[in-house]
């Protein structure tokens, strides 16, 4: 979805296919301008990554105030927009001065003004990281993408534990001797599904690293695609190549991601995308298949 168009209905509150000629990012004078130099506590109010998401879209890389809102800021840096804060004379320095070509350097926090002249503006080592090597949080850790993505796919180790191990004999578990089925650790230590994943017949890929990439000829399975956001979503769905289908599989009932609901989720804005399309389909499951004594907790607790 193009969120840029957002910020214009709320100026102008006009449908999307009309833009305000008046606005200044409508100018001409704004066309291709990167930086926007903006109004003290920018951003206040926007809690949620759709308004870095807007600015991004519509093609702006830097925010420049004397003030911006904490968790626009927070939001802006996990998205890659940069905020930038500067003392107020270089800031009505820029105002002063519109349509100038600035430099903003993030290796060594400085922004270059008007008159020749550069100041520093401030910005954690994390989020310097992260901006320079293009990556987010789960980049940003230490570790083989294994090791970093071994928390967050247990539940799909669960499942194909739960699929591979041969299910064990009826007789009551205290006349059974232990086996290496019952446990579903073979002799050597490995599990049922360890050999798949040597084989590179099940892959195991982190969204940090998704973005730029053509995937084809895969079956791409994405569980738990209620916790994408809209933005996080279409670059999964873009990275499709010829020969692969996508699979998203969630439940907009159990959502821990704050910047989502259960409407504007990823997996939701996907199904509502592409309804209709030829090459897409949707299932809605009536009840849960872990257990009864799940299902039971879904429905009653």
């Known amino acids: 979805m193009d969120w840029s168009n957002w910020q214009i209905n709320r100026i102008t509150n006009n ?30 109010g926007s809690s949620r990554e759709h308004a870095p998401w807007a600015l991004l879209d519509y ?9 911006i809102a904490d968790i626009f800021r927070s ?3 996990k998205n890659g927009l940069l905020p930038i804060v500067i003392d107020a004379a270089s800031h009505a320095l820029l105002l002063d001065n519109p349509g ?13 003004l008007p008159d020749g002249s550069t100041t520093n503006y401030p910005i954690d080592e994390f989020a310097r990281h992260c901006l320079l090597e293009g990556v987010d949080q789960l980049g940003f850790l230490p570790g083989t993408l294994d090791e970093k993505m ?18 064990a004999t009826k007789a ?26 040597e ?13 730029g990439r053509s995937i084809p000829n895969r079956y791409f399975v994405l ?18 190549s010829r020969g692969s289908k996508l699979v998203l599989l969630g439940d907009p009932a159990q959502i821990d991601n704050p910047y989502v609901d259960s409407r504007s989720n990823g997996l939701v804005y996907t199904r509502n995308r592409l309804k209709g399309q030829a090459f897409a389909g949707h299932v809605s499951l009536s009840k849960g298949e872990r257990s009864p004594l799940a299902e039971a907790g879904a429905q009653l607790m």
Not at 223 to 240: C, N
């Open 150 to 167: 071994r928390p967050w796919l247990q539940p799909i180790y669960d499942a194909l534990d739960l699929l591979m191990t041969p299910p």
């Open 223 to 240: 569980d738990e695609a209620q916790q994408l956001t809209p933005q996080e979503a279409k670059t999964v769905v873009t990275r499709m």
């Open 59 to 67: 093609g702006i890389r830097a925010v420049v105030s004397t003030k």
């Open 15 to 44: 449908p999307i296919s009309e833009e305000n000629p008046d606005f200044v990012l409508n100018t001409a004078a704004a066309d291709g301008c990167e930086i926007l130099v903006a109004g003290r506590n920018f951003g206040c």
């Open 100 to 112: 100038s070509a600035v430099t903003v350097d993030i290796e060594t926090s400085t922004i270059s």
């Open 75 to 77: 939001n802006s840096l």
């Open 172 to 197: 009551p578990r205290r006349k059974q001797g232990r086996k290496d089925g019952d446990t579903g650790i073979s002799q050597n230590g490995k599990k049922p599904y360890d050999h798949l994943l």
């Open 199 to 211: 084989q590179g017949v099940i892959e195991v890929e982190a969204l940090a690293y998704i973005r």
